[in-house]
């Protein structure tokens, strides 16, 4: 049961991985699909967010579909039936909110005035309290299909059946019937699920409820749960529709951090000093970055970030909230204050058509800290109590104008200074405001020196840096680093396993 059960989340994350059509956002592919003509369509933009709490796994995931809708369908295996009352749609913006959360980001940093003193303060003054926190239907198939109709439903624009099958050939002949266009060589593929008692989810898209946005229909993200001991997720038989290499990220929210059990964990270089030109190149230079790391550690998956749920330093975007980790699964994990304290937890890997042998294995992991400004690691990540670790990437802005004192302090980094701030605002830009890696997938490649543009010496990757005008990288006396700001982001990210995607053929 155990099996079975794990293939739900990966069939619904593949399923949702495969519709997803927007050419801005993170590339993977996970199903098989055909549009209704006969002609290929690749993935570029799902988004998975898992939480899981004891062995309850809750999985929301975000796709958008670019074609006409009336010739989409999914076919998905799930382990058990399922009701309306099991899968529900969700608001796209929480999506957007862990995706920056999580994503490595750049920071700058402003130099104080080294001549600058601490005002006196004689200690009589009123403490601000602190902050409070915001915690249609399928035709009946004949018998000899050995397929029936378990359940039939309505979830937002979509219109499901859930279908039992007792061989795979009947479950593909009645799907080529009633008008759904099959990949080739799907039949093999839906075997083992077959064998195993799976369920079939069959959705298909009802038009007249679908929102267009320049052409490109919206589809509502969605949301589903269950109770596993086993914690998984299938990618291998995605790769049957690769195009070539995929990025693979997945975001986990859950009690403690997790990584993958069956393949090489590796964290991703981090507190890494850069020239000021990867401000304007930021995606292109964390592409290279995490291009390298992966060739150092081949097959390896990358944790990219590792933090308390609600917070972050320094924050690319806002905060998630209770309302979020609602939104996400908090309403059905049982003891509502399982979500107070959740930790976020990316893995990233990037694997081409035969990269991928096994499905994904996910084990409770202990806390690492790295990527912090007061950081003891270095680049590195190390052993913690809790988890605070992030890709992090810093342009210092040194001070250059005339020194007026005997005794000047180097090294405390702060917001920009107030003329920069004057400009940022003049330009619609929150002061200091940290930049998230997007779409990553769709960065360019090939086209900057790590060398270059990297300060320090990194040898886990073969980066020999180069020294930076104005002074040496490195431990830096002090920080107030909270000057930095705040804001705002979107981001896409894609997921695989087992799911067949169908366009339903149009009736000539």
């Known amino acids: 049961m155990t099996m079975r059960l794990s293939t739900l989340a990966a069939a619904f994350a593949s399923a949702f991985a495969a519709v997803a059509l927007a050419p801005t956002s993170a590339s993977a592919f996970c199903g098989f699909y055909i549009n209704g003509a006969g002609g290929e369509m690749f993935n570029h933009a799902t988004q998975v967010v898992l939480m899981r ?3 309850r796994t809750v999985l929301a995931m975000e796709n958008n579909y670019q074609g006409p809708p009336e010739d989409f369908a999914m076919v998905v295996p799930v382990p058990v039936v399922l009701h309306e009352g099991d899968v529900k749609t969700l608001p796209k913006e929480v999506f957007d909110k862990v995706d920056t959360m999580s994503s490595p980001r750049l920071v700058e940093y402003w130099e104080r005035d080294p001549c600058y003193k601490e005002p006196h303060y004689d200690g009589r003054y009123e403490m601000a309290p602190p902050p409070t926190m915001v915690m249609s239907g399928a035709a009946p198939p004949p018998a000899d299909y050995g397929v029936k109709v378990e359940a039939q439903f309505t979830v937002g624009e979509y219109d499901v059946a859930i279908l039992s099958a007792t061989e ?3 479950l593909e002949r009645y799907l080529n019937d009633q008008h759904y266009q099959i990949p080739a060589g799907a039949e093999p593929l839906l075997r083992p699920y077959v064998e195993a008692g799976s369920k079939f989810f069959v959705a298909k898209v009802d038009p007249k409820k679908v929102k267009f946005e320049h052409g490109q229909a919206m589809l509502s993200p969605l949301r589903f749960d269950y109770d596993s001991e086993e914690f998984s997720l299938p990618i291998r038989l995605g790769l049957a529709n690769s195009d070539g290499t995929q990025d ?5 929210l859950a009690p403690q951090r997790y990584e993958v059990a069956n393949y090489k964990n590796v964290t991703i270089p981090t507190n890494l000093e850069v020239k000021d030109e990867v401000r304007t190149r930021f995606g292109e230079f964390y592409a290279a970055l995490f291009d390298r790391t992966v060739d150092k550690n081949p097959g390896a998956v990358v944790t ?6 609600s917070t972050c330093d320094p924050c690319p975007g806002p905060t998630l909230d209770a309302s979020d980790f609602q939104t996400l699964g908090g309403d059905v994990v049982g003891d509502p204050s399982a979500t107070a304290n959740l930790t976020l937890t990316r893995l990233h890997a990037r694997y081409g058509k035969g990269g991928a042998p096994d499905d994904l294995v996910f084990r409770q992991a202990a806390g690492i800290t790295g990527g912090r400004e007061d950081s003891v690691a270095g680049n590195a990540a190390s052993p913690a109590d809790s988890n605070d ?3 992090r990437y810093i342009i210092r802005h040194r001070w250059t104008k005339p020194l007026t004192c005997s005794d000047p302090t180097f090294g405390v980094w702060g917001g920009p200074w107030d003329d920069v701030a004057q400009q940022q605002v003049a330009a619609g830009q929150s002061p200091g405001q940290p930049q998230a890696a997007k779409q990553i997938a769709f960065a ?3 086209g900057i020196s790590l060398d270059s543009v ?3 010496e990194v040898p886990a990757v073969g980066i020999h840096g180069v020294p930076l005008p104005g002074g040496a990288s490195g431990r830096v006396q002090g920080c107030s680093c909270e000057a930095g700001g705040g804001g705002g982001g979107a981001g896409a990210l894609a ?6 995607i169908v366009a339903r053929r149009r009736r000539r």
């Open 454 to 456: 990297v300060a320090q």
């Open 389 to 391: 670790f992030q890709g």
């Open 53 to 55: 709490v004891g062995t």
């Open 248 to 252: 693979l990220i997945v975001d986990i």
């Open 168 to 170: 795979s050939t009947g």
């Open 304 to 309: 990219e970030y590792a933090w308390q749920a």
């Open 495 to 500: 997921l695989g396993g087992l799911a067949m």
């Open 444 to 446: 360019p490649r090939g």
